[in-house]
Every structure is written in structure tokens, then in C-alpha cells.
């Protein structure tokens, strides 16, 4: 019978220990989680951040692209010269060439 109780002993003890380990290691285990969170959303709030700035920037160029796009004179129709169409594609290709630049940028000095 002794050696029976001695048994039960061990294995409360056993358990008491696991429950122990297991708490600790779950506080750990979440302190990481949040950890990981927390460098995740500022990286996702540091890129909403860069594009919203240059979506700005690049939103003025697009404005005066469609502007100027609505109301140029048609090469051949109306008007002999081609620089009013030249100008328009020009700003559009450059206001999409900044665009792609700058998320190429944004990727190489992510946070």
C-alpha cells in the first residue's frame, strides 16, 4: 500500500510540474505571437503609409493626364502638330513609370 501512495505521490507531483511547465510555456509562446503581430502591422502600416504618400503625389499628375486627355485636339483631325497627344501620353507613361519605381523602391527599403 506504501508503495502505492508513493506511486500517487509521484505522478500529482509529475502533474503539478507539467501544469507548471505548461502555463510557462504558454505565456511564451504568446508573448511571441505578439511579437510577431506587432512587427507585422507596422510593416503593413509602414507600406500603406509610402503608398499613400505617393498615390498623393501621383494623383496630381493623373489629374492633369485626364484633364489634358479629355480636351487635346486629335492629331490628323483637328489640329496638323502631334504635340498635344505626345503630351498627353508623356505625362501618363511618366506618372506610371514613377509609380512603378517608387513600389520597387518601397520593397527594397521595407521596414
Known amino acids: 500500500m506504501r508503495h502505492l501512495m508513493g506511486k500517487v505521490k509521484f505522478i500529482e507531483s509529475s502533474i503539478t510540474d507539467s501544469d507548471f511547465l505548461l502555463s510557462i510555456a504558454e505565456k511564451e509562446f504568446g508573448a511571441l505571437v505578439d511579437q510577431e503581430t506587432t512587427r507585422s502591422n507596422q510593416r503593413v502600416d509602414y507600406y500603406f503609409k509610402i503608398l499613400t504618400i505617393f498615390s498623393v503625389v501621383l494623383g496630381l499628375g493623373d489629374v492633369l493626364s ?46
Open 66 to 111: 485626364t484633364y489634358m486627355g479629355m480636351n487635346v485636339k486629335v492629331p490628323g483631325k483637328e489640329v496638323d502638330s502631334y504635340v498635344p497627344f505626345a503630351l498627353v501620353l508623356a505625362i501618363g507613361g511618366f506618372s506610371a513609370a514613377m509609380f512603378y519605381f517608387i513600389l520597387k523602391w518601397c520593397r527594397q527599403l521595407g521596414p
